[in-house]
């Protein structure tokens, strides 16, 4: 169990009243905690009874105590799960078995759902202790930190005020720390962590009589599945944060207190001060930007918000956003938004959107999209990219994706598998591809490249006139889809346009657009054989002077008038 320390400190300290120094006492009661003992431990206090355990991996002994409702949170790197273990029955608090299972190395606290398993292996401690009350109800609180064991001073310690949450710092090389509290009540808990120490905490007893209470804050913790995707380790945190902050993230993890507001010039000059990345707020003002633990309603940023964890309502920024948890709402940004996990809601940015999954939202940029997952609507200028699996994607330029539920439209789609991809160039791995030699009735005989999905494909394909005086090459491109799928037969639509040059490669402007549909026969797994009437409008050769309007024929075009004709093409498939 957790060791308590306790020192009984009469201290002379001088204040000021109305110019005049009167002496006083104040009784310092320094009480250094285990961060065990920190948070509220309905189950690690509680009794819970297991059977032996012989030459069994760790992850097995949790089983059991997932069963029974337990759940852990942990760093997957820092905890061998696979590692053997031998333990005997055991019937007792539970904090106690865990420290016999894993070792006094490693330190306990409960969060919401999770016990919060942390690698701790070293302690640290508090010496000269300095209170300096001030007017205007601060008070000033510096000391040194250090080392148990070595008795060295540790530095970058990140120690905040745990009352009332109002203000933090982090420790100098020297470990010195000077602590600013504003309103503090007779009570002041001050909190003390590092990445690989044991949490502390100093219980100050300051019976001033100016001193006003102030009201309780509620605490939570958040729980990351994937500790590789938060603020602190990717790009985009560290470009908007400092160094300090990111410091003071590793050294308090998940934990977060709930504040109404907070007002920030920059991420250095908040209301919150060092402590604003801990806190999750209602409403968030940065002019020029901010970072705070996140958002449960509005925040506003001239240029940039950053959120360490979740964002759950609107945000809105001139530059970006980047939310390190989840992201429940609305975003807009002029340039782009980032969210390192889940999202479910609408993306607006005038560049970039990405999101690691996107639940159920919209993704909407002028530029580029991007997630591992998307189940909703991506819609991009430029490009849309989803590595697993997509809904539907919409882009002028380019969409890749890896299993397409819905609809995929751009000039490029790529996928593993999309049954509906609509554009000039397709490529579904998973999906068909096919090269056709046709002739039609005007002579033109062509060679066509046939690529998408089970049931849409891209039309790509030149060709050359038979016997035409006025053109002599063309290109078709178009969209097609598989009406009937049977083993020997196929039954199929396509809309293709084509575009004509003469022999020295000169644009005509005489277009060609036709309807057609392919009847094929399968002659064996690979060739199949058809025979396709089509319906086709045709720009006139040789235009008749004043001549007007549209003229109808069953077969061929009218070199003379605009056309809508019957027509046909007969050739081979061969499908790959």
């Known amino acids: 169990m957790s060791t308590y320390y306790t020192f009984i400190w009469t201290l002379e300290i001088t204040t000021h009243i109305t110019r005049k120094t009167t002496p006083f006492i104040i009784t310092l009661l320094i009480a250094c905690l285990s961060c065990s003992s920190v948070y509220s431990q309905n189950r690690l206090s509680g009794p819970v009874e297991l059977p032996k355990f012989e030459n069994v991996a760790i992850r097995e002994v949790f089983d059991v105590l997932r069963e029974r409702s337990i759940l852990f949170s942990y760093n997957s790197s820092l905890l061998n799960l696979d590692k053997e273990v031998s333990v005997a029955p055991y019937q007792g608090l539970l904090i106690d078995y865990l420290e016999k299972l894993l070792g006094e190395k490693y330190s306990f606290k409960e969060a919401n759902s999770h016990i919060i398993i942390t690698y701790a292996p070293q302690r640290m401690d508090v010496s000269t202790v300095d209170i300096d009350t001030t007017k205007n109800n601060r008070t000033m609180i510096s000391g040194y930190v250090k080392d148990i064991r070595t008795n060295l001073p540790v530095g970058l310690v990140s120690v905040y005020d745990r009352t009332a949450f109002q203000g933090a710092t982090l420790t100098g090389n020297n470990g010195y720390f000077e602590l600013d509290i504003k309103h503090p009540t007779n009570t002041v808990t001050i909190a003390l962590s590092k990445e690989n120490y044991r949490d502390t905490m100093l219980v100050l007893i300051l019976p001033v009589e100016i001193l006003q209470a102030s009201k309780g804050k509620r605490i939570g913790y958040y729980h990351a599945n994937d500790s590789d995707k938060t603020i602190s380790n990717s790009a985009f945190g560290r470009f908007f944060t400092s160094s300090r902050?990111?410091?003071?993230?590793?050294?308090?993890?998940?934990?977060?207190?709930?504040?109404?507001?907070?007002?920030?010039?920059?991420?250095?000059?908040?209301?919150?001060?060092?402590?604003?990345?801990?806190?999750?707020?209602?409403?968030?003002?940065?002019?020029?930007?901010?970072?705070?633990?996140?958002?449960?309603?509005?925040?506003?940023?001239?240029?940039?918000?950053?959120?360490?964890?979740?964002?759950?309502?609107?945000?809105?920024?001139?530059?970006?956003?980047?939310?390190?948890?989840?992201?429940?709402?609305?975003?807009?940004?002029?340039?782009?938004?980032?969210?390192?996990?889940?999202?479910?809601?609408?993306?607006?940015?005038?560049?970039?959107?990405?999101?690691?999954?996107?639940?159920?939202?919209?993704?909407?940029?002028?530029?580029?999209?991007?997630?591992?997952?998307?189940?909703?609507?991506?819609?991009?200028?430029?490009?849309?990219?989803?590595?697993?699996?997509?809904?539907?994607?919409?882009?002028?330029?380019?969409?890749?994706?890896?299993?397409?539920?819905?609809?995929?439209?751009?000039?490029?789609?790529?996928?593993?598998?999309?049954?509906?991809?609509?554009?000039?160039?397709?490529?579904?791995?998973n999906g068909s591809r096919q090269l056709a030699l046709g002739i039609d009735e005007s002579g033109f005989t062509a060679l066509n490249f046939k690529s998408g999905g089970r049931v849409m494909y891209s039309v790509l394909g030149a060709g050359t006139y038979l016997n035409n005086d006025t053109f002599k090459y063309g290109l078709e491109i178009g969209i097609g889809a598989r009406l009937v799928r049977k083993p020997s037969f196929t039954l199929a639509a396509e809309l293709v346009q084509r575009t004509h040059f003469d022999k020295d490669f000169n644009y005509k402007a005489t277009n060609r657009s036709a309807l057609r549909i392919i009847p094929a026969i399968h002659l064996s797994r690979h060739l199949q054989a058809y025979v396709a009437p089509s319906l086709t409008y045709a720009d006139a050769l040789h235009p008749e002077p004043g001549a007007k309007g549209v003229i109808w024929k069953f077969w061929k075009t009218d070199q003379t008038r605009n056309t809508f004709h019957g027509g046909g093409t007969i050739g081979l498939i061969y499908a790959f």
Request: proline share 2%.
């Open 245 to 429: 902050q990111r410091i003071q993230n590793l050294n308090l993890g998940g934990f977060f207190v709930y504040s109404p507001f907070q007002v920030s010039m920059t991420p250095g000059l908040s209301t919150h001060g060092l402590f604003n990345s801990q806190v999750l707020n209602k409403f968030s003002l940065n002019i020029i930007g901010g970072y705070t633990a996140g958002v449960t309603g509005a925040e506003l940023a001239g240029g940039f918000n950053v959120n360490q964890y979740n964002m759950h309502g609107v945000q809105l920024a001139g530059l970006s956003n980047v939310v390190g948890g989840n992201t429940s709402g609305f975003q807009a940004a002029g340039f782009g938004n980032v969210g390192l996990n889940k999202l479910t809601g609408v993306q607006v940015a005038g560049v970039w959107n990405s999101a690691d999954t996107v639940i159920l939202g919209l993704q909407l940029a002028g530029g580029i999209n991007r997630a591992k997952k998307v189940n909703g609507i991506q819609v991009a200028g430029v490009m849309n990219m989803a590595t697993g699996d997509a809904g539907n994607q919409l882009a002028g330029g380019l969409n890749i994706a890896s299993k397409v539920q819905g609809v995929q439209v751009a000039i490029v789609n790529i996928a593993d598998s999309s049954d509906y991809p609509i554009g000039i160039f397709n490529w579904v791995k």
